[in-house]
């Protein structure tokens, strides 16, 4: 699909962009893009300067001060955009001829083991201690008395005081992010962060995507299982209890003291209240649960109703075998 952008009458063609920008954290000077419904609500309060917006997607409300831009689609065409302003190469930003960059800064008591690289301009708080083989990419920023193990790839992100990751864990790699058409799939390229707050602990395997534009944030002392997944833009609260192989997908906002049971897993855009209890494998569609509340099954609804209704299943599977049986 071709990203076709047309000027509205009266728009000056020599107007400059400085950056891109999601629409909630655009200004004056950014380009944002709108796609969808759950987009045109946001686009309403956008102060964006400049914003891609769909031509099929009906009446959209754009504010004063921005000028709306429309494409056949906005999501191709702001990975055009994103490719232009941040043209580097993923892979080869990681390439390096030392182990530690002269440009990173490196804190009293530090340790690092063998096969530790550190790229350019990166920061390692006093008294973190990191494992064999671990990665720490450009720009990286790792507080005091963490504790980093072996094999673990952080990238993109700023990691604060006393925090734990276990191996092999991944940070900061791009999302998993496309414009999809009839002629196939187009990476959009990753430019945001993660940000993993004071106190929280990753467990081994599990994978944080940086965000898209703006970053994916894990709240203070949340602490995480084994082989979860995040995805880009979520934001997770402080103090939750995240259990193995839960999967969370992006943009998703949930909420401080949540617990998510095994293999739970998380639609896009899904806000899910402070304190809120998922029991294991329960599934949650995009939308809003209710704080302070538990949830079970696929679709997640209140614990009870769902027990119920498999209680009530259960006795109709026997009724029905004993009917067969007779």
Not at 97 to 116: E, H
Not at 193 to 199: G, L, N, T
Not at 220 to 239: A, M, P, S
Request: with cysteine; charged share 20%; glycine share 16%.
């Amino acid at each position: 699909m071709r990203a076709r952008v047309e000027l509205p009458a009266g728009v000056d063609g020599a107007a400059r962009i400085f950056d891109l920008a999601t629409l909630e954290g655009a200004g004056a000077q950014h380009l944002a893009f709108c796609a969808g419904k759950i987009a045109s609500a946001a686009l309403a309060q956008t102060k964006a300067g400049f914003c891609f917006i769909d031509k099929n997607a009906g009446a959209v409300k754009v504010p004063p001060g921005t000028i709306g831009l429309p494409c056949n689609s906005a999501q191709h065409a702001f990975g055009v955009a994103l490719n232009l302003f941040y043209p580097e190469n993923m892979l080869a930003a990681w390439l390096q001829t030392t182990a530690v960059d002269p440009s990173a800064k490196i804190g009293a008591g530090v340790m690092l083991a063998p096969g530790v690289v550190i790229g350019p301009d990166a920061e390692i708080g006093d008294r973190t201690r990191i494992g064999p083989n671990a990665v720490i990419g450009r720009g990286v920023s790792i507080g005091r008395d963490c504790e980093i193990g072996s094999n673990v790839t952080i990238a993109s992100s700023y990691i604060g005081d006393g925090v734990a990751i276990f191996p092999g864990t991944q940070i900061g790699q791009p999302g998993f992010g496309f414009a999809s058409s009839a002629t196939g799939h187009i990476k959009i390229p990753q430019i945001g962060r993660v940000i993993v707050q004071d106190k929280v602990e990753i467990g081994a395997c599990c994978a944080i995507d940086r965000g898209a534009i703006g970053d994916t944030v894990i709240g203070e002392g949340t602490k995480i299982d084994n082989l979860v997944q995040i995805g880009h833009n979520t934001h997770i609260g402080r103090h939750c209890i995240i259990v193995s192989q839960v999967g969370i997908s992006g943009s998703c906002e949930i909420g401080d003291f949540v617990i998510m049971g095994g293999q739970a897993g998380v639609a896009d855009h899904a806000i899910i209240g402070d304190g809120t209890r998922l029991a294991a494998r329960t599934g949650v569609m995009p939308g809003v649960l209710p704080p302070g509340r538990d949830y079970g099954g696929v679709p997640a609804r209140p614990v009870k109703d769902w027990l119920r209704e498999s209680i009530v299943l259960a006795k109709l599977a026997k009724a029905k075998k004993r009917d067969d049986d007779g």
